[in-house]
């Protein structure tokens, strides 16, 4: 349908397409396991070793306890969502034989410190998230807005904000025994 | 009630408890607003500008599209579930009086891809997370048991995940006018 290169906006599609069709012969290689190790480092900050990549530093602002030597986790998370969204808005305009010339993506959200501190029960995370995507094409109204509908359809950090997910926290084993 | 210093575990409990003392006296002080801006740096890394520290930079393996210069935005997304997490044991510890001398946390979740790939409709994000808390301290289980508890209560980043959140993701103006 579209006569875009693999070049378009520097997306690898043909990497993304041999991933479909791999999928389209054997749907349990759709399933993917990620993680992340995290260090305490004294204090409130810390260090997320992720693969064989530099760690991702942690730390909370003076006024909240911490060092203030790193963004803090719920900045991370935001920070998360919006890198996550550029690979939405990159891969399904390449798809579409959209070129962007530039894409850049604000995120904010409000978080009440009430239940984090202790001050109360209740929800301690975000309330709300707001972004706002400035995003630069020569493509039209009716295209941009079919692309903006589909990365809002299919991204893997939006929907797991958006909706409740599991989340199963333990204790690996008895503190008192040792346990490294 | 307890004897510990400022210095248990290296965590400044003034200041948190300057926090709290503020909030006490007037509760909009805990009305907090976060931000990141995130820019594409072509195909599918980016960078998450937050305030001014260094940038985290994001891309995705090459399997996906990408060429693997930097941890993705699912594994983000753990890395900050696991600092946030870290910053709560140390700051419920502190309050508890309980030494912690190590503190490592292993976070993992599962992600079905077919969604993100546009292969079919539904959830693209995590379906469960787990997170396996390594800790090392003094304190009976009893305490123990009550830091984690009090942990989970009161995690923001925990919080985000188990609970819907509202994101509102816009297109900040059409892009055709050549918006910045």
């Given at each position: 349908?579209?006569?875009?290169?693999?070049?378009?906006?520097?997306?690898?599609?043909e990497?993304?397409?041999?991933?479909?069709g791999?999928?389209?012969?054997?749907s349990?290689?759709?399933?993917?396991?990620?993680?992340?190790?995290?260090?305490?480092?004294?204090?409130?900050?810390?260090?997320?070793?992720?693969?064989?990549?530099?760690?991702?530093?942690?730390?909370?602002?003076?006024?909240?306890?911490?060092?203030?030597?790193?963004?803090?986790?719920?900045?991370?998370?935001?920070?998360?969502?919006?890198?996550?969204?550029?690979?939405?808005y990159?891969a399904?305009?390449?798809?579409?034989?959209?070129?962007?010339?530039?894409?850049?993506?604000?995120?904010?959200?409000?978080?009440?410190?009430?239940?984090?501190?202790?001050?109360?029960?209740?929800?301690?995370?975000?309330?709300?998230?707001?972004?706002?995507?400035?995003?630069?094409?020569?493509?039209?109204?009716?295209?941009?807005?079919?692309?903006?509908?589909?990365?809002?359809?299919?991204?893997?950090?939006?929907?797991?904000?958006?909706?409740?997910?599991?989340?199963?926290?333990?204790?690996?084993?008895?503190?008192?025994?040792?346990?490294?």
């Open positions: 349908m579209t006569t875009e290169t693999a070049r378009l906006n520097d997306v690898n599609i990497a993304v397409g041999a991933l479909v791999a999928i389209q012969q054997d349990k290689k759709a399933d993917t396991v990620w993680k992340a190790e995290v260090s305490w480092k004294g204090g409130f900050a810390s260090e997320a070793q992720i693969r064989e990549f530099a760690p991702i530093p942690s730390d909370e602002p003076s006024g909240l306890g911490g060092t203030d030597t790193a963004p803090n986790p719920v900045e991370q998370l935001l920070g998360a969502l919006g890198n996550c969204l550029v690979v939405g990159a399904n305009a390449t798809v579409a034989g959209i070129e962007l010339t530039d894409l850049r993506i604000e995120v904010e959200g409000d978080v009440d410190l009430t239940t984090f501190l202790g001050l109360g029960a209740g929800h301690a995370g975000y309330d709300s998230i707001r972004v706002k995507v400035h995003l630069k094409s020569d493509a039209g109204p009716a295209a941009i807005d079919e692309l903006h509908s589909a990365v809002i359809a299919s991204s893997p950090v939006g929907h797991t904000l958006l909706r409740p997910i599991p989340v199963d926290i333990e204790l690996a084993a008895h503190p008192l025994a040792g346990e490294q």
